[in-house]
């Protein structure tokens, strides 16, 4: 085997792992993220929002600062 052909099996080898750790990185990213997502439980599900559904306003003519 030559030189040359060494180098390019090596360098096979070197891209075939990089892209497994790279997937398996991206795995554990998603997995992660799925575990996060489910320890919330139903918080970012169901449709429902924490902003308010009514707003109150001052109508006894009072600065709210003061």
């Known amino acids: ?3 040359e052909d ?3 099996a090596v360098q096979g080898l070197i891209d075939a792992l990089v892209e497994r750790e ?6 554990a990213r998603r997995a992660e993220y799925e575990a996060d997502v489910a320890a919330r439980g139903d918080e970012m599900q169901g449709g429902q929002s924490n902003a ?3 707003f109150n306003l001052n109508t006894d003519k009072t600065w709210y600062i003061y």
């Not at 790279?22 to 795995?27: S, T």
């Open 52 to 54: 308010p559904t009514s």
């Open 6 to 8: 060494r180098m390019k």
């Open 1 to 3: 085997m030559s030189d």
């Open 22 to 27: 790279r997937k398996e990185a991206e795995e």
